[in-house]
């Protein structure tokens, strides 16, 4: 699995601020946040927008705030400690604070499977995010869509699973030039029923494969 794109990182974030209020309705959508895009856009800037939940604007711009600390922080490792950052920005104000950038102590259920993950230890979260960054003969692509994958089915936080995943993933990808994962509206019940299967099996083959084809976004700037 190729990098598809080779980029540098300035160019990559420049790419994702021109397009950041897409990548956030996406994500928000992706999550079962139903919002519109010129709603995602008045949001973004700051507008007052009728007719939506308050929960809904928080989520919003709880992802607008992490999208900023990906694209303005570069030194940042990639490491649990991020990753609890990421939740802490994407669920302020939207769960308890007790469970805000921790890892959850309750049992959750996943819609449409009996499935259920196992409850997360944090020397294993580390171990697993370890061996998974340290792959060898794997492309920083490959990693970050793993990583991703592997973040949504752990199921670490008590919420915000796809939307933590997804950001954590766009970091690596963007840090090193790679372009940006984004799950389009039209393949997102596609995604969905897909997420699920690997969920049940454990076996991320193919719906990686299907986002490395479908979910990249980016251009070849230097051609």
Same mark, same amino acid.
């Given at each position: 699995?190729?990098?598809?794109? *080779?980029?540098?990182?300035?160019?990559?974030? !420049? #790419?994702?601020?021109?397009?950041? &209020? +897409? =990548?956030?309705? /996406?994500?928000?959508?992706?999550?079962?946040?139903?919002?519109?895009?010129?709603?995602?856009?008045?949001?973004?800037?700051?507008?007052?927008?009728?007719?939506?939940?308050?929960?809904?604007?928080?989520?919003? *711009?709880?992802?607008?705030?992490?999208?900023? !600390? #990906?694209?303005?922080?570069?030194? &940042? +490792? =990639?490491?649990? /400690?991020?990753?609890?950052?990421?939740?802490?920005?994407?669920?302020?104000?939207?769960?308890?604070?007790?469970?805000?950038?921790?890892?959850?102590?309750?049992?959750?259920?996943?819609?449409?499977?009996?499935?259920?993950?196992?409850?997360?230890?944090?020397?294993? #979260?580390?171990?697993?995010?370890?061996?998974?960054?340290?792959?060898?003969?794997?492309?920083?692509?490959?990693?970050?869509?793993?990583?991703?994958?592997?973040?949504?089915?752990?199921?670490?936080?008590?919420?915000?699973?796809?939307?933590?995943?997804?950001?954590?993933?766009?970091?690596?990808?963007?840090?090193?030039?790679?372009? #940006?994962?984004?799950?389009?509206?039209?393949?997102?019940?596609?995604?969905?029923?897909?997420?699920?299967?690997?969920?049940?099996?454990?076996?991320?083959?193919?719906?990686?494969?299907?986002?490395?084809?479908?979910?990249?976004?980016?251009?070849?700037?230097?051609?």
């Amino acid at each position: 699995m190729e990098d598809k794109f *080779n980029l540098t990182r300035e160019q990559n974030v !420049f #790419i994702a601020k021109r397009n950041i &209020v +897409d =990548y956030i309705w /996406k994500s928000a959508n992706l999550e079962g946040i139903e919002v519109t895009y010129p709603e995602t856009q008045a949001i973004y800037d700051g507008g007052i927008v009728n007719g939506l939940t308050v929960d809904k604007i928080i989520a919003i *711009n709880n992802l607008k705030y992490a999208w900023e !600390f #990906i694209l303005e922080n570069k030194d &940042v +490792d =990639y490491d649990f /400690k991020a990753l609890c950052h990421l939740h802490k920005l994407t669920c302020d104000k939207l769960v308890l604070d007790q469970n805000l950038g921790r890892l959850r102590t309750t049992p959750v259920n996943i819609g449409g499977t009996s499935w259920k993950p196992q409850f997360p230890i944090e020397t294993q #979260i580390k171990e697993e995010l370890t061996a998974l960054l340290n792959q060898p003969l794997k492309t920083k692509t490959e990693k970050a869509i793993e990583i991703m994958l592997w973040v949504m089915r752990r199921q670490m936080f008590i919420d915000g699973n796809k939307r933590v995943g997804m950001l954590f993933a766009n970091k690596i990808m963007i840090d090193n030039g790679c372009g #940006i994962i984004t799950i389009a509206q039209e393949n997102q019940p596609t995604f969905l029923e897909k997420l699920i299967k690997f969920y049940e099996t454990g076996d991320n083959d193919d719906l990686k494969q299907w986002i490395y084809e479908t979910s990249i976004d980016g251009i070849n700037l230097n051609e």
